[in-house]
């Protein structure tokens, strides 16, 4: 059972560039989400989706685009990347949207130059 | 938003010692929740506490939901060199569609010499 599955591990951007991190549930879970993770800053929320075909946004949702358009995949596009977006990326997903027990994907570090 | 803080900030403690860290909020919840982040990795569930006063083990941890539900503890007892990791505090609120949101704490560095 793989779990949630983030791709690539590593990626490093150019200022302007654009890119979409990969996550794959295979846990039929409903609820997915993305975090990003900065030093002294925890864990915040970007974006999530309670289901296929919604979305809404987080604390920190700005330069950042997703879409669901199956259970099992949740991506997270970078629209025209900056410096700011220099961070650990997490995807997480839970059973239901009221399920407190979040499983993590293991990360993309993601460097912005 | 809600903001939770944590402390310490981090720690280095010698293997074998106890080792306490609290989360405390502005705001109350209905759930905490303490994860632990292994380097290179995603965070992990410890301990789920959801009930104001609960205390709750999980082999050497034992957490705490603290009274007033604005905070809750996490003590590791004899610590060993697998504790190494980043521990993170969070409480769970509601929005109006009933959807879930966990709010993270800074997080605790623990290290631990052998």
């Known amino acids: 059972n793989a779990g949630v599955t983030q791709t690539p591990k590593f990626q490093v951007l150019k200022t302007g560039q654009s890119m979409t991190l990969q996550c794959a549930q295979d846990?039929?879970?409903?609820?997915m989400s993305w975090y990003r993770q900065d030093p002294g800053m925890g864990l915040r929320l970007i974006h999530y989706?309670?289901?296929?075909?919604?979305?809404d946004q987080g604390e920190v949702p700005n330069g950042y685009n997703v879409s669901r358009s199956t259970t099992e995949d949740f991506p997270l596009r970078l629209l025209s990347a900056a410096p700011s977006q220099t961070s650990v990326y997490f995807c997480?997903?839970?059973?239901?949207?009221?399920?407190?027990?979040?499983?993590f994907g293991s990360g993309t570090q993601l460097s912005v130059l | 938003g809600q903001q939770l803080n944590q402390s310490p900030q981090s720690m280095f403690i010698q293997e074998g010692e106890d080792v306490s860290m609290n989360c405390t909020s502005s705001?109350?919840?209905?759930?905490w929740l303490w994860y632990k982040q292994d380097p290179g990795e995603g965070p992990v569930l410890l301990i789920a506490?959801?009930?104001?006063?609960e205390l709750t083990s999980n082999g050497r941890l034992t957490a705490q939901f603290g009274i007033t539900r604005k905070d809750s503890f996490l003590n590791i007892s004899a610590s060993i060199p697998s504790d190494v990791g980043i521990y993170f505090c969070?409480?769970?609120?509601?929005?109006?569609?009933?959807?879930?949101?966990?709010?993270f704490g800074q997080g605790t560095t623990l290290q631990v010499k052998p």
């Open positions: 506490l959801y009930k104001a006063g």
């Open positions: 705001s109350i919840f209905n759930t």
């Open positions: 989706s309670v289901g296929a075909g919604i979305t």
């Open positions: 846990m039929n879970h409903e609820y």
């Open positions: 997480a997903s839970s059973y239901v949207a009221t399920n407190e027990k979040l499983f």
């Open positions: 969070a409480g769970q609120e509601f929005d109006s569609s009933n959807t879930g949101k966990l709010i």
